[in-house]
């Protein structure tokens, strides 16, 4: 009899212990990112790597696992929409052909981890990896993250750069020609772009990156085909557009769902931009990071104060913004994400506020990445990737750089 009940006591506590643990997060404020408003003393509910319930109001039990954020900033995981996890450049002494030759896929890949495990601990849930990654390194990151070998975030990826001949190297000469197809593919012809869209795809891309204005310029028709071959596997379109009026048009018409960089879009642009739903993805390099690249100071100004001028003018026009960094030098002393937050000083040099850069780095991050209904906001059903800052971002976007919890998909990955 007594074992009897031994025995029925152990089952007991085995199907309480199968029964989800419910997590609680006591939220002293929490960003709301449709409004963009902090809102007071909430609470998060989450179960099974998913948000329950969120509110001012919502009971839960003594026994759940309270986590107590009451003096903290608690915001839905930021999103990088530009990063090049793979990639580094020596400071001031840019060489990417050098980099093609010298560095192998397998050391680019251990790179790799270190960068995304660098994003998911300072709040960058997801990020949009975006080529630079030597023979399809981020695909092999993206499984061992999921496979649970290494720590990271939700990687969109792009796999190989689709560009005209020669992708983005420059004065490589005859003898080592293709060198960069290491890292691109060429393709000039709408069918030579719908096979290099199904390439990428089968290497494991989850977006198509194109680039435009560098070494030559798509016209409507190629970038139509891009996004007609990606669309019939349900994948966006984005393009690297730098250099050239035209080459811009083409692309918001071409029907992309987002430009990178587009720092000489004029005003007529950004409007059409804005009628098409195109996203700008605007890297906007702050001095520091211009100057990383080895160029003058005074070259590092005039290019900030370009960025910096584009950024309001989109911002006044209203055209859809996601934020991205594409930092590929790192600054001295500091890791990948705090370089890439030094793009902060560009977007306060603009005057755009706080809660609109927040915005851009979940909601609309979340909608240009086609996330929207799972992740970007807490809110019920969405994923639980909450981060808390010791500071408010919304009287300083800098307090971004507080970060000191990250929750992915339900799981604690760090809390001080
Ligand atoms: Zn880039």
Not at 1 to 14: A, E, F, G, P, V
Request: proline fraction near 3%.
């Amino acid at each position: 009899m007594r074992l009897h009940l031994k025995i029925l006591s152990l089952l007991l506590c085995i199907s309480l212990v199968a029964q989800a643990q419910i997590t609680v997060i006591k939220a002293g404020h929490m960003f709301d990112a449709v409004s963009g408003k902090m809102l007071e003393n909430q609470i998060i509910l989450v179960e099974n790597g998913i948000i329950k319930a969120v509110g001012s109001n919502v009971k839960f039990s003594k026994s759940d696992n309270i986590i107590d954020l009451s003096n903290e900033w608690v915001l839905p995981g930021l999103m990088d929409c530009h990063v090049h996890i793979t990639a580094n450049l020596p400071y001031r002494n840019i060489g990417i052909e050098q980099m093609y030759a010298t560095e192998s896929t397998s050391l680019r890949a251990i790179r790799g981890t270190v960068i995304a495990k660098q994003f998911l601990y300072n709040g960058f849930t997801t990020i949009k990896e975006i080529g630079n990654d030597a023979n399809y390194a981020t695909a092999d990151i993206i499984k061992a993250i999921q496979k649970g070998w290494i720590e990271g975030p939700t990687i969109f990826y792009a796999g190989k750069i689709i560009a005209p001949y020669g992708g983005q190297s420059h004065d490589v000469n005859p003898e080592h020609e293709h060198l960069w197809n290491f890292e691109y593919i060429d393709a000039d012809a709408p069918d030579e772009i719908r096979k290099a869209v199904r390439q990428n795809i089968y290497n494991g891309a989850t977006v198509i990156k194109l680039v435009t204005g560098d070494n030559g310029i798509y016209g409507v028709e190629e970038i139509k085909a891009a996004v007609d071959e990606a669309k019939k596997y349900g994948i966006k379109v984005t393009v690297h557009v730098r250099n050239d009026a035209a080459a811009g048009t083409n692309v918001i018409l071409g029907g992309a769902a987002g430009i990178e960089h587009g720092f000489e879009l004029d005003i007529t642009q950004l409007q059409l931009m804005k009628e098409k739903g195109t996203f700008l993805v605007g890297t906007d390099f702050s001095f520091d990071n211009w100057y990383a690249y080895g160029m003058d100071s005074a070259t590092a100004t005039a290019l900030t104060n370009t960025v910096t001028d584009r950024l309001k003018r989109a911002y006044t026009i209203g055209t859809k913004m996601a934020f991205g960094t594409d930092i590929i030098v790192n600054l001295p002393k500091l890791n990948r994400v705090q370089t890439n937050l030094k793009v902060l000083n560009s977007w306060k040099a603009a005057g755009i506020p706080p809660a609109y850069i927040l915005q851009t780095m979940t909601i609309n991050a979340a909608e240009l990445l086609g996330i929207e209904k799972s992740r970007g906001l807490l809110a019920p059903l969405f994923y639980a990737d909450i981060i808390a800052l010791k500071n408010n971002p919304l009287e300083d976007i800098e307090a971004i750089k507080t970060v000191d919890f990250v929750m992915k998909e339900g799981k604690v990955i760090r809390k001080d």
